[in-house]
């Protein structure tokens, strides 16, 4: 589909608009004042949950040495890996934590092959704790990315909130993804991991505000 006719709304958030404009309908026909006014507003509110905007990656090439963010959010973590969670190897990791403001729409870090994605369910802990990245439902997508003459492995997890319940992924082993396309979302509140290997430039640190197919979370080197 072209990014020009693509819709506001992600069509996996349809379902929900529907359930939300059902107590709206009811609330114009019964009721009246804030209740009603805020019932009137839900569908909207449960809309803007799911809204997909264009990005800079959409309509412009993206330098093959930097790593952009999967989400939109805040970055939690910079560096080296969290205890206990990153893949075997020898990485570093940027942690983004999704609020219920933030898009929701996932975007790949980077150009490559997907060379695996793997699913875990799991629990509905807190996103911002430290607990949710080895607890909570999570997929996982590997990528082999084209660097100079050679490949290099990126990892990303997208991992459910306390109110995201569910997890979207929309990319298969042997896909080739471009840089800052859409690859999936997480419902509500949720977290991001990128793990990048060591000899990679990390370009954001904790509190920094991120925006998936746009900021610059790492650099090949």
């Keep these: 589909m072209s990014d020009l006719r693509r819709p506001l709304v992600d069509p996996a958030g349809l379902p929900a608009v529907g359930v939300a404009a059902l107590p709206a309908a009811l609330a114009a026909v019964t009721l009246r004042g804030r209740l009603a006014l805020g019932l009137s507003l839900l569908p909207a509110a449960v809309a803007a949950f799911f809204r997909d905007p264009d990005r800079t990656a959409d309509s412009t090439p993206v330098d093959p040495g930097l790593v952009l963010s999967p989400a939109d959010g805040k970055v939690m973590h910079a560096g080296d890996p969290q205890p ?35 699913y875990r369910p799991g629990k509905w802990l807190a996103a911002y704790t430290a607990e949710s990245a080895t607890e909570n439902e ?84």
């Design 84 to 118: 206990g969670v990153a893949p075997e190897g020898e990485w570093l990791q940027v942690a983004i934590f999704l609020s219920v403001f933030d898009v929701h729409i996932n975007r790949s870090p980077a150009a490559g092959r997907v060379t695996s994605v793997s």
């Design 138 to 221: 999570v997929s996982e997508i590997a990528l082999e990315v084209p660097v100079g003459d050679g490949h290099r492995p990126l990892i990303f997890r997208q991992i459910v909130g306390l109110l995201a319940r569910r997890v979207v992924t929309r990319v298969a082993p042997g896909d080739v993804v471009r840089a800052g396309e859409r690859i999936g979302l997480m419902k509500f509140g949720s977290r991001m991991d990128v793990f990048v290997p060591r000899d990679c430039s990390i370009e954001v640190r904790r509190g920094d505000r991120v925006v998936a197919g746009e900021t610059v979370i790492a650099r090949w080197t």
